[in-house]
């Protein structure tokens, strides 16, 4: 297979870049409908709905910086996501139920990453950084349908170096992360949206991720809040 020799848009050297997926191609494959005719899943858009192995893929990453988003999240986080509908452990929610919520509210509990066994949050976080900071790197494409890159203004390369491992979690920026107490969590990801200029959302596989971006966060929460 011929690769495009590029500059890799994390670690900025030229290499042979990979055919990367913004969403990791393994989540694609927990979508799939085993024993129907059609096992594809569906994608949709505004104008499309359609049963098709459509996926965001472009040139973007060296294997060398491929290799570093499986190992900082993506690895961990397609093992305790939600991956199936048939009662097989969702290991995330698992860890979370047996731990202690230091607030419960009638929206929901909220829980501390550091108290919980069995979470890393430092993968949940990466993971979440990571998806975020790809969407935001250029345009992606699926079935006519493209998608504008997400704006993360001066966090973009903030975000680059702490991905590539040169950098903390910036200062003013915080993570949180939610997870779906439905009995069968929709088994679905999306696409990176932003709901304000400087807050970004992503759902996959049960387990949704919120970047917020901006001076207006505090700093007792900048870099910690999981």
């Given at each position: 297979m011929?690769?495009?020799?590029?500059?890799?848009?994390?670690?900025?050297?030229?290499?042979?870049?990979?055919?990367?997926?913004?969403?990791?191609?393994?989540?694609?494959?927990?979508?799939?409908?085993?024993?129907?005719?059609?096992?594809?899943?569906?994608?949709v858009?505004?104008?499309?709905?359609?049963?098709?192995?459509?996926?965001?893929?472009?040139?973007?990453?060296?294997?060398?910086?491929?290799?570093?988003?499986?190992?900082g999240?993506?690895?961990?986080?397609?093992?305790?996501?939600?991956?199936?509908?048939?009662?097989?452990?969702f290991?995330?929610?698992?860890?979370?139920?047996?731990?202690?919520?230091?607030?419960?509210?009638p929206?929901?509990?909220v829980?501390?990453?550091?108290?919980?066994?069995?979470v890393?949050?430092q993968k949940?976080?990466?993971?979440?950084?990571?998806?975020?900071?790809?969407?935001?790197?250029?345009?992606?494409?699926v079935?006519g349908?493209?998608?504008?890159?997400?704006?993360l203004?001066?966090?973009d390369?903030?975000?680059?170096?702490?991905?590539?491992?040169?950098g903390?979690?910036?200062?003013?920026a915080?993570?949180?992360?939610?997870?779906?107490?439905?009995?069968?969590?929709w088994?679905?990801?999306?696409f990176?949206?932003?709901?304000?200029?400087?807050?970004?959302w992503?759902?996959?596989?049960?387990?949704?991720f919120?970047?917020?971006?901006?001076?207006?966060?505090e700093?007792?929460?900048?870099?910690?809040?999981?």
């Amino acid at each position: 297979m011929t690769r495009l020799m590029a500059r890799c848009y994390l670690c900025k050297e030229i290499a042979q870049l990979c055919d990367s997926h913004l969403i990791p191609k393994a989540m694609y494959r927990l979508c799939i409908a085993k024993g129907e005719r059609n096992q594809n899943p569906f994608v949709v858009t505004p104008d499309v709905h359609v049963q098709k192995s459509a996926q965001w893929h472009d040139y973007l990453l060296c294997e060398d910086c491929e290799k570093r988003m499986r190992v900082g999240g993506e690895d961990w986080v397609l093992k305790h996501c939600c991956r199936s509908t048939t009662g097989k452990t969702f290991l995330l929610r698992e860890a979370i139920k047996a731990g202690n919520p230091e607030v419960t509210t009638p929206a929901g509990s909220v829980f501390s990453c550091k108290t919980l066994h069995g979470v890393d949050a430092q993968k949940l976080l990466y993971f979440g950084t990571s998806i975020f900071w790809r969407a935001a790197q250029k345009s992606w494409n699926v079935i006519g349908k493209t998608m504008q890159p997400l704006e993360l203004g001066p966090f973009d390369d903030r975000l680059r170096l702490f991905l590539l491992g040169k950098g903390v979690f910036p200062q003013k920026a915080a993570f949180n992360v939610w997870v779906s107490d439905l009995p069968e969590p929709w088994l679905t990801f999306s696409f990176p949206v932003s709901v304000e200029r400087n807050q970004h959302w992503l759902y996959t596989h049960g387990i949704g991720f919120v970047l917020s971006l901006g001076n207006e966060i505090e700093d007792i929460c900048s870099g910690s809040s999981i």
